[in-house]
């Protein structure tokens, strides 16, 4: 089972991540075999931490949730707010296989999905797995659609897309289905850098 983790950061306390920093990548070294894809969000000038997401591969509900209970951050305080969702993996590439060039602009994209689009999704899919192709080979470093706890009901998406400005965001989305289609009730779009220690590829 796939799942996406949106871990928020508590902005009362930031010194909390650097104090459990080496543990916190120690934690993730030891389950590397279960990310799809690991990074953290943060303002446009890249000065202040908003979040860590996440994309990995648990067999159950028990274990992602015993994951994220053990993990360092989470035990130090680190967050105010953790969310854990169902996923589905759009591509079969990990952040790693990803090919990075230098000067890339990364960027986490969430789609919060109107109540009740299930349907509607269904119609415009096609139309969006078709526009998203163009941006699978060098843009995406994954996506895919978050639904419910049960994995039938689709309630938005998670994505991290290079682009290389806010700007060229906007633009992408300006001719996405179910962004035109009305599909989402609000989105986020936050600056996103790839995880892991100094130097090291994940």
């Known amino acids: 089972m796939y799942f996406h983790l949106q871990l928020i950061d508590n902005p009362e306390t930031p010194e909390k991540r650097e104090q459990s920093r080496p543990d916190h990548w120690q934690y993730f070294d030891d389950h590397a075999d279960r990310f799809i894809a ?19 591969e648990f ?37 790693r ?33 078709a526009y998203f192709k163009d941006y699978d080979g060098e843009n995406f470093i994954t996506r895919g ?9 689709w309630q938005g998406s998670a994505n991290l897309i290079c682009l290389p400005s806010r700007e060229a965001f906007g633009e992408f989305l300006e001719n996405e289905p179910f962004y035109v289609g ?16 100094p130097g090291q590829v994940v």
Do not use: C
């Open 38 to 56: 690991r990074g953290a969000t943060f303002s446009d000038d890249l000065e202040t931490f908003i979040s860590s997401v996440l994309f990995v």
């Open 59 to 95: 067999d159950n509900w028990e274990a992602v949730r015993e994951f994220v209970k053990n993990e360092p951050h989470h035990m130090n305080g680190v967050y105010r707010q953790v969310h854990i969702r169902r996923w589905n993996r759009g591509i079969e590439r990990t952040q």
């Open 97 to 129: 296989e990803f090919p990075r060039k230098e000067g890339q602009v990364a960027w986490y994209f969430r789609g919060h999905a109107k109540p009740d689009m299930h349907d509607d999704r269904m119609r415009l899919l096609a139309d969006h797995v």
């Open 145 to 153: 659609g978050v639904f419910d706890d049960a994995g039938d009901e």
């Open 182 to 197: 009305g599909l989402y009730e609000r989105v986020l779009i936050e600056r996103y850098k790839f995880g892991g220690r």
